[in-house]
C-alpha cells in the first residue's frame, strides 16, 4: 500500500514537469503541434522511453529534463514491484498446495501477528490473511516462515486460496465481531464435506452476541463439517491474570477488592471472581467486598446481576461512579480511609499510560496498608513487571506492597488457552465441582476415583469428558422440548421447573451419551482389558442406584448451573 502511494506521487510528480517542460520545448520546434492532448500525449510517452519529439536530443527544459529521467524510473520500478508481486503470489499458492493440516488466522493486527507466531513456533504451518497487511507484518511473517496473504478473509476466494479444505484450525481474530461471524459461516459453506471436522476460534467481544451464539451453539452444535468455539480476549485474559495469582481471594476471610474500569475485561474479571468466591462462600457464609470505579459502575453492575443472578448472592458491593482517572487527583481519604484501602486492586482501562499513573496512585493511598495492584496492558507486560519488580520496597510508604503489570493481549493469543473455549469451560468446571460434591456426599473418595480431585489437577482426558458433556445439553433439552438460550431478561429470580418424569428421561439419556463415550475409548464392563474397565458400562436397567444418582444429581443441578454461566432453560410453546 505505501509503495503504491508513493509510486502515484512520483508518477504525478513527472507528469507535471513533463507537461510544463514540453509546453516550453514545443515553443522552440514549431514542427511538432502544441495543442493541448498533444501535450498529453507527448507527455504519456515519457513513461516509456519513446517521446517523439525528444527523440533528437538537444537542449531540454530543466522540467523536462529531470521528468524524462523520473518517468521511466517510476514505470520500470512498479513493473518490478508487480511482478515480484505476481511471483510471491504464485510461490505462496505453491506453498499452500503443499499444506496439510495447517492453522489458518484470520486478520493480522497484535493479536493476530502473536497467535500465528506462536502456531508457527510449535511446529504448525500457519497461513496469515489480512486485509491491508503492513510492512512490519509482511516483515514479521517472512521471518518466521508464515506465509502471508493478501484479501478479505471472509469471501470464499480467500479461504478456497488458503486451502481452507485441507486445514485442521482456523482463527477468526479480527477486530469486527460480525466479520468474524461471517468468516465462519463461509467457512462451514465451504467444509460441508470434510472427512474430519474443522476446528473454528472465533473471537466475539460484545458479551450480549457472544451469549447468544454460545447458547445457539451449545443447544444445536454445528454438525460434522466444523467444531464452533467462541472465546473473548478478556475472559481469556482473566482466567490466566487469576491463575497465576491463586492468592488473589486471600487464604480465608473475604479480601477487600477494588476493580476500576469497567470494560470487558473489568467485567469479565469481576464475574470469574465471584464464581471463584462462592464455593467459599458455601463454607464461610462471608460476602465477598468489591468496590467498582467506573462512571456506570452501578448500571454495568445492574447489568451483570441481571445475567448472573449469583452476584448479588455473593458479593457486597460499593461504587465510586467516576471515572477511574479521579484516583490520581485524589488526595488520602478522599477514595477511602486508609482502614478501609482494598487488599487487592485491578486497573483495566484501555489507555496502559494511564493505567499505570493510577496504579502508582493507587499505592500511595493505602498509606501503611499492604496492598498489591495489578495493572492491565496490552503488551510488554514482562518488561514492564521488571521495571517495577526492581522498584525500592516501601517507596510509597507501604512495606510489602507492590504493583504487577499484566499484559492481557499476550497471554490471552496462546493457541492452548484459545482452544480450551471460555463458555464451554466455565460450564464443564461447574458440572465438575457438581460431581465432586454428589461423590464426596455418597462416601466416595479421591483414593477410588481418580476424578475427585480440584478442575486445574484434573487429567485432561477428564477435562475432556466434561466439556463434551457440556456440548450434548443441547441435545438433551431438546429431548423434552426445552432449548438453551442467554439470559438477557434481567429475571436472576428465573427458575426452571424440571418434571421427576423429566429427570429421569434426561438421566438416562446422559448414561447413554457416556457409556458410548467410554466404550468408544476402549473400555469394557467387568473384566480388565489393558487396565480399561468400569462397572458402571451396563444398560440403565442393570445400573447400581447409587450410580443412576449421579446422573439424576447431575440433570437436577443444571438449571442452576447454567444459570451461573448466563443462560437459562425455556419450554418450547407444543
Same mark, same amino acid.
Given at each position: 500500500?505505501?509503495?503504491?502511494?508513493?509510486?502515484?506521487?512520483?508518477?504525478?510528480?513527472?507528469?507535471?514537469?513533463?507537461?510544463?517542460?514540453?509546453?516550453?520545448?514545443?515553443?522552440?520546434?514549431?514542427?511538432?503541434?502544441?495543442?493541448?492532448?498533444?501535450?498529453?500525449?507527448?507527455?504519456?510517452?515519457?513513461?516509456?522511453?519513446?517521446?517523439?519529439?525528444?527523440?533528437?536530443?538537444?537542449?531540454?527544459?530543466?522540467?523536462?529534463?529531470?521528468?524524462?529521467?523520473?518517468?521511466?524510473?517510476?514505470?520500470?520500478?512498479?513493473?518490478?514491484?508487480?511482478?515480484?508481486?505476481?511471483?510471491?503470489?504464485?510461490?505462496?499458492?505453491?506453498?499452500?498446495?503443499?499444506?496439510?493440516?495447517?492453522?489458518?488466522?484470520?486478520?493480522?493486527?497484535?493479536?493476530?501477528?502473536?497467535?500465528?507466531?506462536?502456531?508457527?513456533?510449535?511446529?504448525?504451518?500457519?497461513?496469515?490473511?489480512?486485509? &491491508?497487511? #503492513? @510492512?512490519?507484518?509482511?516483515?514479521?511473517?517472512?521471518?518466521? +516462515? /508464515?506465509? *502471508?496473504?493478501?484479501?478479505? =478473509? %471472509?469471501?470464499?476466494?480467500?479461504?478456497?486460496?488458503?486451502?481452507?479444505?485441507?486445514?485442521?484450525?482456523?482463527?477468526?481474530?479480527?477486530?469486527?465481531?460480525?466479520?468474524?461471524?461471517?468468516?465462519?459461516?463461509?467457512?462451514?459453506?465451504?467444509?460441508?464435506?470434510?472427512?474430519?471436522?474443522?476446528?473454528?476460534?472465533?473471537?466475539?467481544?460484545?458479551?450480549?452476541?457472544?451469549? &447468544?451464539? #454460545? @447458547?445457539?451453539?451449545?443447544?444445536?452444535?454445528?454438525?460434522? +463439517? /466444523?467444531? *464452533?468455539?467462541?472465546?473473548? =480476549? %478478556?475472559?481469556?485474559?482473566?482466567?490466566?491474570?487469576?491463575?497465576?495469582?491463586?492468592?488473589?481471594?486471600?487464604?480465608?476471610?473475604?479480601?477487600?477488592?477494588?476493580?476500576?474500569?469497567?470494560?470487558?475485561?473489568?467485567?469479565?474479571?469481576?464475574?470469574?471472581?465471584?464464581?471463584?468466591?462462592?464455593?467459599?462462600?458455601?463454607?464461610?457464609?462471608?460476602?465477598?467486598?468489591?468496590?467498582?470505579?467506573?462512571?456506570?459502575?452501578?448500571?454495568?453492575?445492574?447489568?451483570?446481576?441481571?445475567?448472573?443472578?449469583?452476584?448479588?448472592?455473593?458479593?457486597?458491593?460499593?461504587?465510586?461512579?467516576?471515572?477511574?482517572?479521579?484516583?490520581?487527583?485524589?488526595?488520602?481519604?478522599?477514595?477511602?480511609?486508609?482502614?478501609?484501602?482494598?487488599?487487592?486492586?485491578?486497573?483495566?482501562?484501555?489507555?496502559?499510560?494511564?493505567?499505570?499513573?493510577?496504579?502508582?496512585?493507587?499505592?500511595?493511598?493505602?498509606?501503611?496498608?499492604?496492598?498489591?495492584?495489578?495493572?492491565?496492558?496490552?503488551?510488554?507486560?514482562?518488561?514492564?513487571?521488571?521495571?517495577?519488580?526492581?522498584?525500592?520496597?516501601?517507596?510509597?510508604?507501604?512495606?510489602?506492597?507492590?504493583?504487577?503489570?499484566?499484559?492481557?493481549?499476550?497471554?490471552?493469543?496462546?493457541?492452548?488457552?484459545?482452544?480450551?473455549?471460555?463458555?464451554?469451560?466455565?460450564?464443564?468446571?461447574?458440572?465438575?465441582?457438581?460431581?465432586?460434591?454428589?461423590?464426596?456426599?455418597?462416601?466416595?473418595?479421591?483414593?477410588?476415583?481418580?476424578?475427585?480431585?480440584?478442575?486445574?489437577?484434573?487429567?485432561?482426558?477428564?477435562?475432556?469428558?466434561?466439556?463434551?458433556?457440556?456440548?450434548?445439553?443441547?441435545?438433551?433439552?431438546?429431548?423434552?422440548?426445552?432449548?438453551?438460550?442467554?439470559?438477557?431478561?434481567?429475571?436472576?429470580?428465573?427458575?426452571?421447573?424440571?418434571?421427576?418424569?423429566?429427570?429421569?428421561?434426561?438421566?438416562?439419556?446422559?448414561?447413554?451419551?457416556?457409556?458410548?463415550?467410554?466404550?468408544?475409548?476402549?473400555?469394557?464392563?467387568?473384566?480388565?482389558?489393558?487396565?480399561?474397565?468400569?462397572?458402571?458400562?451396563?444398560?440403565?436397567?442393570?445400573?447400581?442406584?447409587?450410580?443412576?444418582?449421579?446422573?439424576?444429581?447431575?440433570?437436577?443441578?443444571?438449571?442452576?448451573?447454567?444459570?451461573?454461566?448466563?443462560?437459562?432453560?425455556?419450554?418450547?410453546?407444543?
Amino acid at each position: 500500500m505505501a509503495k503504491s502511494i508513493t509510486y502515484g506521487i512520483l508518477a504525478g510528480i513527472a507528469f507535471l514537469l513533463g507537461y510544463i517542460g514540453l509546453a516550453d520545448y514545443l515553443q522552440r520546434t514549431p514542427e511538432y503541434h502544441r495543442g493541448f492532448w498533444d501535450l498529453i500525449y507527448y507527455d504519456l510517452q515519457l513513461f516509456v522511453l519513446s517521446s517523439e519529439p525528444l527523440k533528437n536530443g538537444g537542449a531540454f527544459p530543466a522540467a523536462l529534463q529531470i521528468a524524462r529521467f523520473i518517468a521511466p524510473g517510476v514505470a520500470a520500478s512498479a513493473l518490478v514491484s508487480a511482478i515480484t508481486t505476481l511471483l510471491n503470489a504464485k510461490r505462496e499458492d505453491f506453498l499452500i498446495r503443499r499444506y496439510r493440516e495447517h492453522a489458518i488466522v484470520c486478520g493480522g493486527g497484535t493479536r493476530g501477528a502473536l497467535l500465528a507466531t506462536r502456531l508457527r513456533e510449535s511446529g504448525t504451518k500457519v497461513v496469515l490473511i489480512d486485509l &491491508a497487511p #503492513s @510492512a512490519d507484518l509482511t516483515n514479521m511473517c517472512r521471518a518466521a +516462515g /508464515i506465509t *502471508l496473504l493478501q484479501g478479505d =478473509a %471472509a469471501s470464499d476466494k480467500s479461504l478456497l486460496r488458503a486451502a481452507i479444505r485441507r486445514a485442521s484450525t482456523l482463527y477468526a481474530l479480527t477486530p469486527r465481531n460480525l466479520t468474524n461471524t461471517a468468516i465462519v459461516i463461509v467457512a462451514h459453506r465451504l467444509s460441508a464435506h470434510r472427512a474430519r471436522p474443522l476446528s473454528c476460534y472465533v473471537s466475539i467481544n460484545d458479551r450480549g452476541l457472544r451469549a &447468544a451464539l #454460545s @447458547a445457539q451453539y451449545l443447544a444445536s452444535p454445528t454438525g460434522p +463439517g /466444523i467444531e *464452533l468455539g467462541l472465546f473473548s =480476549a %478478556a475472559e481469556i485474559g482473566v482466567h490466566i491474570l487469576l491463575g497465576q495469582n491463586p492468592s488473589s481471594l486471600g487464604g480465608g476471610s473475604p479480601p477487600r477488592i477494588l476493580v476500576a474500569g469497567l470494560d470487558d475485561f473489568g467485567q469479565s474479571l469481576v464475574l470469574e471472581l465471584a464464581r471463584r468466591w462462592r464455593s467459599r462462600f458455601r463454607l464461610l457464609n462471608e460476602r465477598l467486598g468489591l468496590v467498582l470505579v467506573d462512571r456506570d459502575a452501578p448500571m454495568v453492575w445492574q447489568r451483570l446481576i441481571g445475567q448472573y443472578g449469583f452476584l448479588d448472592d455473593v458479593c457486597d458491593v460499593g461504587f465510586i461512579s467516576e471515572d477511574p482517572d479521579v484516583i490520581t487527583a485524589a488526595p488520602n481519604g478522599r477514595i477511602f480511609e486508609p482502614a478501609r484501602a482494598p487488599d487487592r486492586s485491578f486497573i483495566s482501562i484501555a489507555d496502559g499510560d494511564k493505567a499505570l499513573t493510577i496504579g502508582l496512585a493507587l499505592l500511595r493511598l493505602c498509606g501503611d496498608r499492604r496492598t498489591h495492584v495489578t495493572v492491565r496492558v496490552e503488551t510488554h507486560g514482562a518488561e514492564l513487571n521488571q521495571a517495577f519488580r526492581d522498584l525500592p520496597d516501601g517507596l510509597f510508604g507501604n512495606t510489602g506492597s507492590c504493583l504487577s503489570v499484566f499484559a492481557s493481549t499476550e497471554a490471552a493469543c496462546e493457541p492452548v488457552t484459545i482452544r480450551s473455549g471460555i463458555a464451554t469451560e466455565a460450564i464443564a468446571r461447574s458440572l465438575h465441582d457438581r460431581y465432586v460434591e454428589t461423590c464426596l456426599a455418597q462416601g466416595d473418595s479421591s483414593r477410588t476415583n481418580r476424578a475427585l480431585v480440584p478442575w486445574e489437577d484434573l487429567p485432561e482426558e477428564f477435562r475432556e469428558a466434561n466439556r463434551r458433556q457440556v456440548h450434548h445439553i443441547g441435545q438433551k433439552l431438546a429431548f423434552i422440548g426445552c432449548c438453551l438460550v442467554p439470559n438477557f431478561a434481567g429475571n436472576h429470580a428465573f427458575t426452571f421447573d424440571m418434571q421427576p418424569d423429566e429427570v429421569e428421561q434426561l438421566a438416562r439419556a446422559e448414561h447413554v451419551r457416556w457409556a458410548s463415550e467410554r466404550i468408544s475409548a476402549g473400555f469394557v464392563h467387568g473384566l480388565r482389558r489393558e487396565g480399561r474397565f468400569h462397572p458402571d458400562l451396563v444398560d440403565w436397567g442393570e445400573l447400581s442406584e447409587m450410580a443412576r444418582d449421579k446422573d439424576r444429581c447431575f440433570i437436577q443441578a443444571l438449571p442452576e448451573i447454567l444459570a451461573d454461566a448466563g443462560f437459562q432453560i425455556v419450554r418450547l410453546p407444543t
